[in-house]
């Protein structure tokens, strides 16, 4: 009997999703496991796994085209069997026009199987070759598509995943690129041969290679499902949570003495970031009241240290892969765990449970030579540590003497309807004396 297969939610912040390319083609024989589609969500772009087994009889939704979580994307049965009824469903429930590419062709290009939305499982976008990809073609609808990039109605330029690392790693607008693949589609080569007309251009206009804007000119840069995301949450989370700050100047001397003497003994050095996460864990431990989240009518202090750490990726955006029972681990253990997450995150191939679920978060941008700043809470956490540059700086100790020691300044933001000022206090003034004098950990 046929079935639908339905959008569903590859992210626990999910809310719709475009899809990248098919897997399969209509006809194509699914089995159980098979990859159906790549699916653009929130945070990545993500491998859409079948649970089902039969024929891809119709692809719903083409590639480029955005489907709400919970709509049909396509449907899977026997072969010839007649599948009338469920397609007018598909149609009174999705409307035709999100059937359309950005070409304002109905889509009739190849696709995967189907899925059920309670079993269905995602891989990472990492797992699957983008060179694979990049060779994935698609059925011709009988009408010659227009050489050029094709965008669906989600205002999501159709490329393949290859095609869009490449422009990523090489800061090009995919929007400004003409794609030679079916409905438009914009592949390696035409990455590269755009790449390689800008340099010529720019290298006639007596550049060095590097573009220029028409001056006075603006430019339009379509957001991001990601971005998106991003600017509802942390909306959220900045209006919604009634934040206050405190802030903290560390001595650094005793936390950069430690790390010094332990990796000289190990072969791979062990990161700042890894000792900062142990020391937190430790001092959350000592106050779960602040290693907790507010539920409304209860507050709940979680067992378990699970610390986030914000990292960039190569696409734009922030994420935050977490190292999971900090409490519980060495430091080596978390650095190890945490260079594995920092990798993957930044090629957007993490997994929903990695970057979700931090009860305590750390966002460091003293990379950056920034000195200090204020975070935004990131939930279910109900606090966040912003992390400045290492400086050396003139202070005087018990004896009022002067000396010159590294100092960083730390701001601690909390949510006032868990954590009072108080107890946020003793929480930062124990991080302080752990990271001053490591051997307090042990305490």
Known sequence: MAEKVMMIALSPTMEDGSIVSWSMKEGDSVSSGDVLCEVETDKATMDYESTQEGTLLKIVKGEGSSAKV???????????????????????GTGTESEKTGDGETSGKTSNGSVDPKQT????????????????????DGKSASRGAATGQSGIVKASPLARKIASDKGIDLSQVSGSGPGGRVVKSDVESFESASASAASSRGGAGVMVSAPGEDRTVQVSRMRATIAK?????????????????VDMTGIMDART????????????NAFIIKFAAEALKRHPSVNASWNEDTITEF??????????????GLITPVVRNCGNKGIVQIDSELKDLIARARDGGLKPEEYNGATFSISNLGSFGIEEFTAIINPPGSAILALGTTRKTAVFDEYDDMKVVPVMKMTLS???????????????????????????ALY
């Open 70 to 92: 919970g709509e049909t994307i396509a449907i899977i049965g026997e072969e010839g069997e007649d599948i009338s009824d469920l397609e007018k469903e598909a149609e009174g």
């Open 121 to 140: 499982k995602a891989k990472a976008d990492d797992a699957k070759s983008p060179e694979k990809a990049d060779k994935a073609t698609a059925r011709d």
């Open 233 to 249: 949450r942390l909306a959220e989370s900045k209006f919604g949570a009634p934040h206050f700050y405190l802030k903290l100047s």
């Open 261 to 272: 003497r332990l990796n000289a003994e190990l072969p791979e050095k062990v990161g700042l």
């Open 303 to 316: 067992a378990s240290v699970d610390i986030g750490l914000a990292v960039e990726m190569k696409s734009g």
């Open 414 to 440: 909390c949510d006032h309807r868990v954590v009072d000022g108080a107890s946020g206090a003793r929480f930062f003034s124990d991080l302080q004396k752990m990271m001053e004098d490591p051997a307090r």
